[in-house]
């Protein structure tokens, strides 16, 4: 990269400036480096990282593992980045579904599609995610409390507690072997099936059949193979709760997501040039085998970057749930900042986290972009 | 050049865009009697059976009482000033109006030039301080922390803007400069600041840097806030100017060294006025999200228009009505995104044709 002959090239006032910029970055590193323990000495605090075994002594709201207040620092922070990747990840899957349906409505040519979906666009894309999401939450927990909760023909309730679903009847780690089986037959399916269509296909009757087959095989004997929420009492039991944070984070997120992704879809149809749908029209095609088979995998090719960028940006945007107290990595590091004093350790890890998990995405959409890539264009 | 095509009348048009099939018209039916139900329902929530005057607070327990906007009436003060001396609101609102108008001029193309525009930007933001503050001007001191509602919330949107423009410039020359060492640390900064959420940025800068800087260096929390925010700025708007610069051909500095212009002056004479030109609608983007962006400061213990909205209904008999302060705050960033974000639009669209 950088050979003797770039620097002969270079005057004398180049190389002072190159110098003095990075003698300027060591002096605020060592300058940062001596204040920490000018100042952490002053407050008490051996740094390192042996305070990850220390159990915590306290509590949050949400984790998908089991969890109680003598877990260890080390664990509770696992749990934490956890419940970012969970609700990212699911925010992800939902939004990008709801932004393709919402942009593919902006670029229809029925009037009354456009109007509602660009009504949706300029509501929830121009007021801030944190306001949506703790307005959210307020409506929520503003919710009748169990025993009058709204109702779904019996099945799903709606209360202040949260939102009560009916649930398989399969032990956790069985549930997160479907999802990993499933994950893992869609990466396959995008890689061997030779076309999006046959891949969609494959994936969807195979994620079906593993779920019905899980279902039947695994259920634990005596028990129904579908959990009902049933009020026992002050309390639901049974079925599957999903907390009052949990939801307005997700929702909040999906919504306000999938208006930007509907913007990104919208503007890669719209780039799709337009003898290409009057060609599929003139060959007799019906408008939906006009976008399925033609404008989308033209789209996709110009949608993908800024929907990569979207992607990261709603895995950033999980760190909003520290407003409602919502436990994600964020709010497990700030809460151990306080309880701990930790403060360099922690933060070090937050940003470590969200490096390697952003970075990831960014690969992944790297692959998918090369994936698509038409042959022939670009580099 | 094609022949113009048949002209057709507003009636056929709505015909074909609304009933071109029978299910498209079925579709079209079904949404308007959706937007005519929801329409309905707000306006009879909000307006109709509304209630408005803080005096008639009882009213809104009343059974059929829809919005109850007393509550808006009561407290808008506090929503919109925070803790800001109550007598001293005045100040406050000069100040805002005083951003404000600086915002709308800089919409206007005759300000356009690099020398205007920042001449208006320091003398609103000028205007604003002296105006707040108040010793300066012999009036009675506010702390920033008593700044507080939508004042603060313009506050950081301008002081963000006014530090970060330029400092996104600079992190863009370094990035595309020759020197390697420049290029190095304009690249880390930029792809380490943008690969983090927002809030871990302004969360270090509250709480991580007093332990890294020595006590003099300090400053209050809200100055490193904005530091720290101005910073999240730049590394975007480099990005932007990034691109900006990429649209240049190579001739146009060929051109400058042919004139007998040095570096800095064709940078400054041919290549950054074109750049601005083509990064103008992307940093409007930037403008709009940052506007938006300023909202999680709650998080980090600022009392921004949200958390003096909280502040509103948390309190008394007020708790009954946070939907009403929510939609007003709703209502207020609104407002501020959708005119900004239109603006956008149009300048987007008058470039376009500039360039035919």
């Known amino acids: 990269m950088l050979s003797w002959r770039d620097f002969r090239r270079m005057t004398a006032q180049e190389i002072a400036v190159q110098i003095g910029l990075v003698l300027l970055v060591l002096l605020v590193v060592f300058g940062a480096i001596r204040s920490a323990q000018v100042n952490l000495a002053a407050l008490g605090i051996t740094s390192g990282f042996s ?59 029925n009037l009354g599609l456009q109007v509602i979906s660009s009504i949706y666009v300029q509501i929830f894309r121009n007021i801030p995610l944190i306001l949506q999401v703790v307005f959210l939450y307020a409506l929520l927990i503003h919710f009748p409390g169990p025993r009058q909760a709204h109702s779904v023909a019996d099945a799903i309730f709606m209360s202040n507690r949260g939102i009560m679903v009916p649930n398989l009847s399969l032990p956790l780690n069985f549930v997160a072997g479907l999802v990993l089986g499933s994950v893992l037959l869609g990466i396959g399916a995008v890689r061997y099936a030779g076309s999006a269509k046959r891949a969609l296909a494959i994936w969807l009757a195979g994620s079906v059949a593993l779920i019905v087959a899980a279902v039947l095989l695994l259920t634990p004997d005596g028990q129904a193979l579908v959990s009902y929420p049933e009020l026992k ?57 006009v976008w399925w088979t033609i404008r989308m995998p033209m789209a996709l090719r110009s949608i993908i970057p800024p929907l990569g960028n979207q992607w990261i940006f709603i895995m950033k945007a999980t760190t909003v749930g520290v407003a409602i107290g ?31 998990v952003n970075f990831a995405l960014a690969q992944a959409v790297n692959w998918l972009n090369a994936r698509l890539a038409l042959k022939g264009y670009g580099a | ?54 005096e008639d607070a009882a009213l809104c327990r009343e059974a059929n009482a829809g919005a109850c906007w007393s ?98 410039l600079g992190l863009a020359l370094m990035r595309r400069s020759r020197l390697p060492m420049l290029r190095w640390v304009a690249s880390l900064l930029i792809d380490f600041i943008r690969s983090l959420p927002l809030l871990t940025t302004l969360f270090t800068a509250a709480v991580v840097v007093p332990i890294l800087l020595p006590d003099w260096l300090q400053g209050d929390k809200i100055w490193r ?11 975007y708007q480099a990005e932007v100017f990034r691109g900006g610069f990429q649209a240049i051909p190579n001739g146009q500095y060929e051109a400058g060294k042919a004139l007998g212009l040095g570096k800095w002056q064709s940078l400054g004479l041919i290549i950054l006025p074109q750049v601005f030109r083509h990064a103008l609608p992307a940093t409007i983007n930037m403008v709009v999200v940052t506007f938006k962006e300023t909202a999680v400061v709650i998080i980090i213990g600022l009392f921004d228009l949200l958390a003096s909205a909280q502040a509103a209904f948390g309190t008394g008999d007020w708790v009954a ?29 008058r470039m376009k044709q500039d360039d035919h």
């Open chain 1, 326 to 356: 919502f436990s994600d990595l964020f709010y497990i590091v700030s809460t151990s900042i306080t309880q701990s004093g930790q403060t360099l350790e922690l933060i070090a890890i937050l940003m470590g986290a969200f490096l390697l």
């Open chain 2, 225 to 235: 806030i904005i530091i720290a925010f101005s910073l999240f700025f730049a590394c």
């Open chain 1, 51 to 109: 305070f990850l075994d220390r159990s915590t002594g306290w509590s949050y709201s949400f984790s998908l593992l089991e969890r109680s207040i003598d877990d260890p620092y080390a664990r509770t922070l696992l749990i934490g980045f956890l419940n970012t990747i969970f609700v990212g990840l699911i925010s992800i899957v939902l939004a990008t579904i709801l932004g393709f349906v919402i942009g593919t409505m902006r670029d229809s040519k």
């Open chain 2, 321 to 349: 009505y946070y939907m009403e302060t929510y939609i007003f705050v709703a209502l207020i960033y609104w407002a501020f995104i959708t005119s900004l974000g239109r603006y956008g639009e149009f300048l987007k669209d």
């Open chain 1, 233 to 289: 009492g002050l309390r639901f039991e049974g079925g599957l709760t999903l907390s009052v944070e949990v939801v307005a984070m997700i929702v909040g997120i999906v919504l306000y997501g999938a208006a930007y992704i509907g913007e990104v879809v919208r503007g890669g149809l719209a780039e799709v040039p337009k003898g290409l749908r009057e060609a599929g029209e003139s060959l007799g095609l019906g408008s939906f085998a």
């Open chain 2, 1 to 54: 050049m094609s022949a113009a095509p048949p002209t057709i009348g507003g009636l056929e048009r709505l015909k074909r865009r609304a009933f071109h099939k029978p299910l498209d018209g079925l579709v079209t039916l079904f949404v308007a009697a959706l937007l005519a139900w929801l329409a309905w329902q707000a306006i009879d929530w909000g307006l109709l059976r509304a209630v408005w005057r803080a």
């Open chain 2, 71 to 168: 509550i808006i009436d009561a407290r808008h003060r506090l929503i919109l000033f925070g803790l800001y001396p109550f007598d001293e609101h005045w100040r406050s609102t000069s100040a805002a109006v005083a951003i404000i108008a600086t915002v709308i001029l800089s919409c206007i193309p005759w300000f356009w030039t690099a020398r205007r525009l920042i001449s208006l930007w320091i003398a609103g933001f000028a205007t604003y301080y002296l105006l707040m503050e108040g010793s300066p001007l012999g009036l009675e001191q506010v702390t920033t922390d008593k700044w507080g509602g939508l004042s603060l919330v313009l506050f950081l949107f301008s002081s963000v803007v006014l530090l970060g423009m330029p400092m996104g």
